[in-house]
């Protein structure tokens, strides 16, 4: 079984390519031993300026007209 710091730490690098800073990981770490709820630490990533920031620019760019 994964600890709750593993888990974060895979959300992290699967979301933001990344390791999680240490604030980051005891706050995330904290939160998942406290509700059980991968979902609301993926919701929270998923509405995150650092996610929007990442992906969102080139969600917006549309398809190309050739």
Not at 27 to 33: P, R
């Amino acid at each position: 079984m994964m600890t709750t710091e593993t888990i974060v730490t895979e959300l992290y690098l699967a979301f933001f390519g990344r390791v999680p800073d240490a604030g980051g990981l005891a706050y995330y770490s904290e939160q998942l031993k406290i509700t059980g709820s991968i979902e609301q630490i993926v919701q929270s990533f998923l509405h995150s300026e650092e996610f929007r920031g990442r992906y969102l620019p080139v969600s917006e760019l549309g398809p190309d007209h050739d």
